[in-house]
């Protein structure tokens, strides 16, 4: 849990011990680096406003090495912010002031995608898909070009196995929140535009060419 709010990082904290968290506190950016290197963490709260190193910057670094779940919080409401949030890297965006249980319940469905895939890790199972030069692999929860690995949020990663698996299928934007997000999507929502337009950034860099489609109108697709 990383804010320089002493009260929420405490208020949070409580509802998380309660429902049987551990929790490890931070009330700068700097700090959260430092504590992230030295112990198992497997989600971060992440404010966007700290001094020495704010929340976006925080999540720049981290999704340099790592797709550790980040749930990001700012008293800032507009669209652009949230946007900006999520194409840093964040898997998830709440706005202050906000409820403690909606928070407890949107952690709960970040962690339990993930271990999903740590499951997979240690049963040894191994699922592997080829798109072209892609190789994507479930188990391991990596994708690799020629060999050399595109680092991929949570969120991106189950955006493109869902799609590569299902080659030529189209995916309505309300079929890939609920499937990837497991909850009811809502009109306004541009969750998955956004995680589709970073992970598209992403492939495109390493592939040169758009691997995913859009089906306009309808939703998304990866051709055969």
């Known amino acids: 849990?990383?804010?320089d709010e002493k009260e929420i990082v405490n208020l949070?904290?409580?509802y998380l011990q309660n429902d049987g968290f551990t929790v490890f506190k931070a009330y700068d950016g700097q700090e959260a680096l430092e504590l992230f290197a030295e112990k198992k963490i497997d989600l971060i709260i992440l404010d966007i406003m700290m001094p020495k190193m704010d929340g976006m910057e925080v999540c720049r670094r981290l999704r340099e090495t790592n797709t550790?779940?980040?749930?990001?919080?700012?008293?800032k409401a507009e669209d652009m912010d949230k946007v900006l949030g999520l194409m840093t890297g964040a898997d998830d965006y709440?706005?202050?002031p906000f409820n403690p249980l909606e928070l407890i319940a949107r952690v709960k469905s970040l962690l339990r995608r993930?271990?999903?895939f740590k499951q997979m890790e240690q049963e040894e199972q191994t699922d592997l898909l080829s798109v072209n030069?892609?190789?994507?692999?479930?188990a391991s929860h990596t994708v690799l070009h020629k060999g050399k690995p595109i680092v991929l949020t949570s969120k991106e990663f189950e955006i493109l196995y869902l799609l590569a698996s299902n080659r030529s299928r189209v995916f309505s934007t309300e079929e890939i929140f609920e499937r990837v997000w497991e909850e009811k999507y809502f009109a306004s929502n541009n969750t998955v535009m956004v995680h589709i337009s970073n992970l598209r950034e992403k492939l495109e860099k390493?592939?040169?060419y758009k691997l995913i489609k859009t089906v306009w109108g309808v939703g998304y697709k990866i051709e055969e």
């Open 12 to 14: 949070v904290s409580i």
């Open 114 to 116: 993930s271990y999903q």
């Open 94 to 96: 709440m706005i202050k």
């Open 133 to 138: 030069s892609l190789e994507i692999n479930r």
């Open 68 to 75: 550790v779940p980040i749930l990001m919080l700012s008293a």
């Open 1 to 3: 849990m990383v804010d």
């Open 206 to 208: 390493e592939l040169g």
